[in-house]
């Protein structure tokens, strides 16, 4: 059973840029969440895909948006980036109607 | 709205001794589950242990048992027999089973040092 992936790693970004986070899921899994969490935090919602649709959505501005592809596979887009975009970025699967989530390694992005 | 609350930033215990990671919640669900998940320095967040709130009896995995209080809305875990591998942040989570917006609520997260 293959775990959750996360790519790149590492990004560092500068103020204005936009990124791109990716994810695949867990074997089995069709539904991805991704949470921010930041220095010191506990994990905030961002959203959560489902059928490729988003299917529930945290307190962030629409400069935060996802995909989720065919294969369940998913990315975070964020547009414009702002300092306290800096953060890891963790995604998560799970089996929709299941409410055990597994975690990816996470993205750590810095913003300059 | 739901919140989950651990009062213990830091947290210590040596080789081989029990502690007591504290965490409460406010919600007016009935139905939800609650969760332990460690974080070492890898940042993998990893289920530690999950509880269901219709289910009385108190979850136990190996050395880590909790003790789950829901009229006081308190889940508290314990880990027996401490390990070096312990080291790691600990958050403790919320999952409502109701509602079309179902997503982990966090704490702040309690950091564990086992030390030798």
């Known amino acids: 059973e293959t775990g959750v992936t996360q790519s790149p790693t590492h990004l560092i970004k500068t103020r204005g840029q936009q990124v791109t986070l990716r994810c695949s899921s867990q074997s089995g899994h069709n539904t991805v969440s991704w949470y921010q969490q930041a220095l010191g935090q506990g994990p905030q919602f961002i959203f959560q895909y489902y059928r490729e649709e988003e299917n529930g959505r945290g307190n962030f501005p629409p400069r935060f948006s996802g995909l989720q592809f065919p294969n369940y596979s998913s990315e975070l887009n964020v547009n414009a980036l702002e300092l306290d975009d800096s953060a890891l970025y963790l995604c998560?699967?799970?089996?929709?109607?299941?409410?055990?989530?597994?975690f990816g390694p996470g993205t750590r992005l810095t913003v300059t | 709205a739901q919140t989950v609350t651990q009062s213990q930033p830091e947290m210590s215990v040596q080789e081989a001794e029990t502690v007591t990671l504290s965490c409460t919640y406010d919600?007016?669900?009935?139905?939800?589950?609650l969760f332990w998940y460690k974080q070492p320095p890898s940042r993998q967040m990893i289920l530690v242990i999950r509880q269901e709130a219709y289910k009385q009896q108190n979850a136990t995995e190996n050395r880590f048992s909790v003790n789950f209080q829901k009229a006081a809305k308190s889940f508290s875990l314990k880990i027996s027999d401490s390990q070096l591998g312990d080291t790691a942040m600990y958050f403790c989570?919320?999952?409502?089973?109701?509602?079309?917006?179902?997503?982990?609520?966090w704490g702040l997260g309690t950091s564990l040092a086992v030390n030798p």
């Open positions: 989570a919320f999952y409502p089973n109701a509602g079309n917006n179902r997503k982990l609520i």
């Open positions: 919600t007016s669900e009935s139905n939800y589950y």
């Open positions: 998560a699967s799970s089996r929709q109607g299941f409410y055990e989530q597994y």
